[in-house]
């Protein structure tokens, strides 16, 4: 018995009969993209999730100070949070030009 295993991404493989539809091309791109960014997607939040966690503990242990140590403590941390804004900016930036170009392509 001769089987043949297909698979289907969600879009038409072969072009319609009148004109040219583009909704089978974005299907096929989102599809692209989709396989692209899910592997970036998954790096992000295995880096991030440590971090943020590293942060919750930090704030955790802010609230259980006492008041003048907390403002000392902070004094001695605003170098480093000056530096992680610092580090921050330019992939804000390129994420809001992202954004950006995006809603400028889709019209809006």
Do not use: C, E, S
């Amino acid at each position: 018995m001769n089987t043949t295993m297909t698979m289907n991404a969600g879009y038409q493989t072969t072009a319609p009969t009148r004109g040219y539809d583009y909704t089978a091309a974005i299907a096929q791109a989102k599809f692209v993209a989709m396989i692209v960014a899910a592997p970036l997607i998954g790096l992000a939040a295995i880096t991030l999730l440590p971090l943020a966690g590293l942060a919750m503990l930090i704030k955790m242990g802010f609230q259980a100070l006492p008041k003048r140590a907390r403002d000392i403590a902070l004094f001695f941390a605003a170098p480093f949070i000056g530096l992680a804004y610092l580090a921050a900016f330019p992939l804000i930036g390129v994420g809001a030009l992202a954004y950006a170009g995006v809603q400028a392509a889709r019209g809006k």
